[in-house]
């Protein structure tokens, strides 16, 4: 509500079905972070940032997203283990029961918005159960100022209820927790958990199905920033690549860590208002931007801190998926607004724990669509219960447990953009190096910055002269030289000392590249077919 030019904090809810609710709407940063504090919620780190315990669930429950199948997604979704079906009948009854969970409760409500480019822009009402997932929606998305609430009118509504639990036999959820989107009622509705990525990735899934089929946009898993001359450069991955870490680049200015959409324009423009990190092993001397981002109006994720509230972050003894989130102009070199302009680099990021990929290397078209419809990274040993060696992690679009639409959709739109806007495409391995995990030894941060630098300013074309070395196994072009990185990094299989073991290890890693593949064989072209590896 708006008195005399003013927002007022109190806006009705009845018309979603919430009654006697006491509503707290669009509270301050500042706010919800003292209530926080104030209902036992959350501590406050020793640099002022919020700390809390997400609960339960300590990451996205991806067996756990739904989709309503009706006229709108039947024909459209890709539907699978990926974007489940969820009956509209269902639905209705489970957003009744939550509905009538929270009413009589107080709730923190926020207006916001996605997309920097007011001509995507999508408007969202949050309604949250807990003031610190409020406060990580005023964090994520774009925040409306005073005038813009006036005339404020939601496109999406996303309902929060952490406290609530589902009855799968009842409910047709598949346990307590449940993220689902409706297309139609334009809801995403979330439950059982206290995770608060399954709020911003609800709507980057919406997105996802939106800017494709209506907007001809291409939605993205990236991160992106543009140098002085104006030039954009788009860094895909998945998560522990360093997405965050490398697109936080003090010579170039920050468009967004993790979501964007290229528009027919040829810009590029950030669908958050903040960013959302790992923090595991967060050091100020390798990733200073976001070390410094952790002071008030920060949310820590499930990390340890001690009785003088300073933070353990090698401690993982909650989880390893330990974040922070922060809005975006807790970063100093921004854009402003989050849009930029003429893409020429893309680099595909992966964390390579096999160690044979090369640490930077050029793609060709056909290349370029291949590894994106493949998303590769690895999972290393002891991230997860089983896991005793390297395992390949295939990921479509480096973004798949995000994407409604079948992957080889976004790889065309993906494709043609590359084309028209003459782009140059790198493979980047942020990996392991001179052998696999256990062996080898993690790729030095300073070293893939200066791939990524002197491929960005023409300074790594220059000093190789179109002369690179095609790798035997994966077919992709390897630079001999790079400024500012001594040339034996470059080469895998030098790194190895061991080149029987080198090749052992590579034909296996290609050999997990073409059996996943086999599932988009007849939606691909022969040209992105001949883009895998060469055995």
């Not at 008195?3 to 707290?24: F, H, P, W």
């Not at 036999?169 to 307590?176: A, F, L, P, V």
Request: aromatic residues 12%; proline residues 5%.
């Amino acid at each position: 509500m708006v008195d005399n030019g003013q927002v007022t904090k109190t806006i009705s809810l009845e018309s979603y079905g919430i009654k006697n609710a006491k509503v707290r709407y669009q509270l301050s940063s500042e706010e919800l972070h003292s209530e926080t504090i104030e209902k036992g919620q959350g501590k406050e780190s020793s640099t002022g940032a919020l700390a809390v315990d997400t609960g339960e669930f300590t990451g996205r429950s991806p067996k756990d997203r739904f989709i309503v199948r009706d006229e709108i997604t039947q024909d459209r979704i890709w539907w699978g283990n990926i974007n489940i079906p969820f009956e509209t009948e269902k639905f209705d009854k489970l957003y009744d029961r939550v509905a009538d969970y929270l009413s009589g409760k107080e709730v923190y409500v926020r207006d916001s918005y996605a997309c920097a480019d007011p001509n995507y822009q999508l408007n969202i009402r949050v309604v949250n159960e807990y003031p610190w997932s409020n406060l990580f929606a005023f964090n994520m998305f774009l925040r409306p100022s005073d005038e813009e609430l006036k005339g404020f009118a939601a496109d999406w509504l996303v309902l929060n209820a952490p406290g609530f639990m589902a009855v799968p036999d009842r409910d047709g959820t598949r346990q307590h927790n449940f993220a689902i989107l409706n297309f139609t009622k334009k809801i995403a509705l979330i439950g059982g958990t206290g995770y608060t990525g399954e709020i911003k990735k609800g709507i980057f899934s919406a997105l996802n199905f939106i800017l494709p089929v209506f907007k001809n946009t291409l939605p993205m898993h990236c991160s992106a920033n543009v140098g002085e001359d104006g030039e954009t450069a788009i860094f895909f991955g998945l998560s522990g690549t360093g997405k965050t870490t490398l697109s936080a680049d003090p010579d170039r200015k920050l468009i967004g860590d993790d979501e964007h959409g290229w528009t027919a324009e040829n810009t590029v423009f950030n669908f958050e208002g903040g960013c959302y990190a790992k923090v595991i092993n967060l050091s100020e001397e390798n990733e200073p931007d976001i070390y410094r981002a952790i002071k008030p109006g920060a949310i820590l994720e499930n990390v340890i801190m001690n009785e003088n509230g300073v933070v353990d972050f090698a401690d993982v003894s909650i989880t390893q998926n330990t974040r922070v989130s922060y809005p975006i102009y807790h970063i100093d070199n921004i854009q402003v607004p989050s849009i930029g302009h003429n893409p020429k680099n893309i680099f595909f990021l992966t964390a390579d724990a096999f160690g044979v990929l090369p640490p930077i290397s050029k793609l060709t078209p056909g290349q370029a669509a291949y590894h994106f419809i493949s998303g590769y990274t690895a999972k290393v040993a002891g991230t997860e219960e089983g896991i005793d060696e390297p395992l390949p992690s295939f990921s479509a679009c480096f973004g798949a447990p995000f994407m409604p639409l079948h992957p080889t959709v976004y790889a065309e739109m993906l494709s043609e953009k590359m084309q028209k806007a003459g782009v140059n495409v790198w493979l980047v391995n942020t990996g392991w190096t001179g052998g696999p995990y256990g062996i080898g030894s993690r790729m030095k941060l300073k070293y893939t910055r200066a791939m990524i630098t002197a491929a960005i300013d023409g300074s790594l074309e220059e000093a190789n002269k179109g002369d690179y070395h095609v790798h035997s196994v994966f077919g992709v072009h390897q630079p001999r030289v790079c400024p500012n990185v001594p040339t034996s990094v470059l080469s895998p299989r030098m790194t190895w000392n061991n080149d029987e073991g080198y090749y052992k290890t590579a034909q296996k890693l290609a050999n997990s590249f073409k059996e996943n593949f086999k599932k988009f064989e007849d939606y691909a072209s022969k040209e992105i077919l001949e883009g895998g590896p060469l055995v």
